[in-house]
């Protein structure tokens, strides 16, 4: 066993390298609307085809693909040597979508490139957590696991705090402007470069997983780990077990606590865009320490008890607390000081046009809490006086308190996050043998994740379809995904901590 | 407990085929070339069906085992 100080260079290393994966694979998805403009533009269907596949094929099919080809990977040449090639190749394609020309000027390429590359890091990413996992989980003390493996889980959650710093600075910095419409937005994927290269140079100075070596030496890994894996009824029922009892909801409450939320208060809220990022970027930070705390809790408590509780009560009380997040910014029910009201009116000719107008409103309303609220209206007007309809987007500027009430509802449902998240990569390591340990959590994982949790806006979206829906209705996935991984976990799983996973 | 988990196996084990046609019906009455959304196009539903598909019939499989008492807690 290491000693503290080797445990920590390992948990330092993984986490690192972990953090910056995450961090790549979230300024894709952040930065995407800009993307989408310079690089899938709508008039060009082919483009916006491969716009739909970097979408949908990246989080859906590579990354539980990754997981296959580099679990194996890890589980035959070794842990040490796959996250290094995950990381590599992670860092790599960051780097290259920040340097692909735009459509407008190598044409169709373009998007080609850039959705060939997005498929490289959905499969990269695919292949790095159960890596960083193992990993560490091999290392430490069995009456610790939960507690030291929980720093590799905290790396999702800092790579989107990292992701959304780095961007919300880039685009202070370099102005709006420039960030949207220049060259601006590539540099966080410029300075993934800088980052890879810190973390590889970490990793390269590590030794492989003991628990791997010893295999190793015994001529015990597989030599087949896929078959062993999921051609073995003993092991995978116990892979479709972590699937359905466990990393299923666990999928559903990360993304509907950080992501959805933040769409969430984003467009039906219609929280102004920086504020709204930083609100998010506080409530990480108040959150994260929690992951430690559950994971080291887990030791004690059991890994099973504390995930099935923060399923339990993200599927209780994500409908009340959403209905807080709208209520707070709602300005119906705010008191207005109509003496501050301003209305500026504006027309314009619209670009190309030497007769059809835009005809611009917008009013500024302040609010008794220190709210704001600005509501633009833009109206197309023709030479023969048709008028379009008008598009109304509103923005709106949290006075003190909402802004506080908002920070601490979204900090909550990151605890949720937190509890089901922290002690899962010890659950999923002390599940299954070490000669097939990467291959067999890795899978699970990445289709709790990124296929039960990635689909949360797009079921979202379907439910709204149905008659009778309100802001709240999309909610209804991740809480019924939550409740029936709740039930199966709740009567399969044990409780018990497996403190011998040395096989 | 142990005959609670082999009940519940079967209701996961009928489950399966029927999020399987929630699924398709929905495709088919969500997809619309005059819509805008990702649900009204094809593309975004051929990759989450055949996804979907393997995590089905794996839920069944999960189902068949917890009805076979895969699942039972041995007896002390």
Known sequence: ?503 | MNQLKRILGLLWLLTGPILFIILITSAVHNINSNGNGDINKPLPWIIIISIFTPIVIGFMIFGWYAFKGEYDTPNP
């Open chain 1, 1 to 503: 066993m290491q000693s503290t100080k080797g445990i920590w260079k390992v948990i330092t290393a993984s986490s690192a390298g972990t953090l910056i994966e995450w961090y790549d694979f979230y300024i894709f998805g952040s930065l995407s609307t800009i993307i989408s403009h310079k690089f899938f533009p709508d008039t060009n269907p082919t483009a916006a085809l491969l716009s739909t596949l970097a979408t949908f094929a990246a989080g859906f099919i590579v990354r539980p693909f990754g997981a296959l080809v580099f679990g194996r990977l890890g589980d035959l040449i070794g842990r040490k040597y796959t996250f290094l090639l995950t990381l590599v190749l992670m860092g790599g394609s960051t780097f290259l979508i920040g340097c692909v020309p735009g459509y407008a000027t190598i044409g169709g390429w373009a998007p080609l490139l850039v959705l060939l590359l997005r498929l490289l890091q959905g499969l990269a990413l695919g292949g790095e957590y159960g890596g960083a996992a193992t990993y560490v989980a091999e290392h430490v003390p069995s009456n610790r696991r939960g507690y030291y493996t929980s720093f590799i889980q905290t790396t999702a959650t800092l790579g989107l705090f990292l992701s959304l710093g780095v961007i919300l600075s880039v685009r202070r910095i370099a102005g709006v402007d420039a960030f949207t419409n220049g060259d601006a937005w590539r540099y966080p994927f410029l300075l993934s470069i800088v980052l890879v290269a810190v973390s590889v140079f970490i990793r390269l100075r590590m030794n492989e997983s003991p628990m791997f070596l010893k295999l190793k030496t015994e001529g015990k890994t597989s030599v087949n780990p896929l078959k062993e894996s999921f051609g073995h009824k003993t092991n995978f029922k116990m892979v479709l077990l972590a699937l359905f009892g466990a990393t299923m909801g666990q999928g559903v409450i990360w993304y509907s606590s950080q992501f959805y939320a933040q769409n969430f208060i984003l467009t039906k809220c219609n929280i102004e865009y920086e504020q709204a990022n930083t609100i998010i970027l506080i409530a990480l930070v108040i959150a994260t320490p929690f992951f430690i705390i559950f994971g080291s809790l887990s030791d004690k408590w059991g890994r099973k008890n504390i995930m099935l509780a923060g399923m339990l009560l993200g599927a209780l009380l994500y409908r009340p607390i959403f209905q807080q997040l709208y209520e707070t910014a709602d300005t119906s029910k705010k008191v207005i000081l109509a003496d501050q009201t301003t209305i500026k009116y504006a027309a314009e000719l619209v670009k190309g046009s030497t007769a059809d107008s835009l005809h611009t409103t917008t009013i500024t309303s302040y609010f008794e809490d220190g709210t704001k609220q600005k509501v633009t209206s833009k109206q197309k007007i023709t030479a023969s006086a048709e008028k379009s309809t008008a598009t109304v987007t509103k923005e709106t500027v949290l006075g003190e308190t909402g802004r506080l009430n908002m920070i601490a509802y979204i900090a909550l449902m990151v605890v949720f996050v937190t509890m089901v998240y922290g002690p899962i990569a010890a659950f999923l390591v002390e599940l299954f043998p070490t000669r097939i340990r990467y291959t067999s959590m890795s899978l699970p994982y990445h289709i709790g994740n990124g296929v039960f949790g990635g689909l949360v806006p797009f079921i979202a979206t379907l439910i709204t379809t149905l008659p009778g829906t309100n802001y709240l209705s999309g909610l209804w996935y991740p809480i019924i995904v939550a409740s029936l991984c709740f039930v199966i976990g709740s009567l399969y799983l044990s409780n018990k901590v497996n403190t011998n996973i040395g096989d």
